[in-house]
Every structure is written in structure tokens, then in C-alpha cells.
């Protein structure tokens, strides 16, 4: 039982990896496009406030 416990912990630790990868990549993906000309590539700050934008404009 224990061990079914950690191998269900390591899924979920390794799915949790592998989202904040692929929203990540997203993020690089949609700077680079110049979908959004204001940001600046490379910065991580601006990659969340671009991923919060999408995210609100698809909400609202």
C-alpha cells in the first residue's frame, strides 16, 4: 500500500512537471510568434502576463 501511495505521488509530481513544460513552451511560443509586439522575449514576467492576458480575454 505504501508503495502504491509514492508511485501515485511520483504521477502526479511528474504530470505537474510536465504541465508547467508545456505552458512554458506556450508562453515562448506565443512571444516569439509577435502575436503580441508589446512583450519583450526572454522575460519570464512578461510570459505570465501574456499567459494571464490569454486567459482572462478567453474568460471574459
Do not use: C, K
Amino acid at each position: 500500500m505504501e508503495l502504491f501511495d509514492l508511485t501515485f505521488l511520483m504521477q502526479i509530481f511528474v504530470n505537474a512537471i510536465l504541465i508547467m513544460l508545456l505552458v512554458y513552451l506556450f508562453a515562448r511560443l506565443f512571444v516569439r510568434s509577435g502575436a503580441a509586439g508589446w512583450l519583450q522575449p526572454g522575460r519570464l514576467d512578461d510570459s505570465r502576463s501574456a499567459i494571464s492576458h490569454m486567459i482572462q480575454v478567453r474568460l471574459y
